[in-house]
């Protein structure tokens, strides 16, 4: 069994800053990529940022300047730094895994998410 688990959402004004992790846990063998992405109300879910293992990131042109996506491989983690929070990044969002379990092939894994609300 893997989870991944999200943490660190809530409310915040806007230009304010959150930190969301999200740690992977179960009989994984090794994870590849992981990233982030969310779903606002009424909209379809879109890519917020990705990491691989080595490290070399990737972000929707939204973000770019004031999210930061990094991963502690020691502990199947990964952080999505965000500054300069906007209304428009209101939205829920969740972590994504690309792993190998232990005794399976590899696999597609998602977090129950976690709500990012910004006031204005």
């Known amino acids: 069994q893997v989870q991944l688990v999200e943490s660190g959402g809530g409310l915040v004004q806007a230009g304010g800053s959150l930190r969301l992790s999200c740690v992977a846990s179960?009989?994984?063998?090794?994870?590849?990529?992981m990233g982030w992405y969310r779903q606002a109300l009424g909209k379809r879910r879109e890519l917020v940022a990705t990491?691989?293992?080595?490290?070399?990131?990737a972000y929707v042109d939204s973000v770019k300047g004031r999210f930061t996506i990094s991963r502690d491989n020691a502990k199947n983690t990964v952080y999505l730094q965000m500054y300069s929070l906007k209304p428009e990044d209101t939205a829920v969002y969740y972590c994504?895994?690309?792993?190998?379990?232990?005794?399976?092939?590899?696999?597609?894994?998602w977090g129950q998410g976690t709500q990012v609300t910004v006031s204005s």
């Open positions: 994504n895994a690309e792993l190998q379990r232990a005794t399976m092939g590899w696999g597609d894994y």
């Open positions: 179960g009989s994984i063998s090794t994870i590849n990529g």
């Open positions: 990491v691989t293992r080595g490290g070399s990131t």
